[in-house]
């Protein structure tokens, strides 16, 4: 199950939907940034003899 499906199991169980949604957005926030720099990371070093 994708994080958002968890948070709306948990929001339906705990009526707290402020609180669910914002660590699924943080944590949504925090993969795609480590994903970006480790995608930038590797064009860059496989690209590295262009320069």
């Known amino acids: 199950m994708d994080i958002m499906g968890l948070a709306q ?8 939907t402020l609180a669910v949604f914002t660590v699924a957005g943080a944590l949504y ?7 970006t ?5 590797c064009e ?3 690209l590295a003899f262009q320069s």
């Open 44 to 46: 860059r070093r496989a």
């Open 29 to 35: 926030l925090t993969m795609n940034g480590l994903l």
């Open 9 to 16: 199991r948990l929001n339906a169980q705990t009526y707290d």
């Open 37 to 41: 720099i480790g995608f930038r990371w």
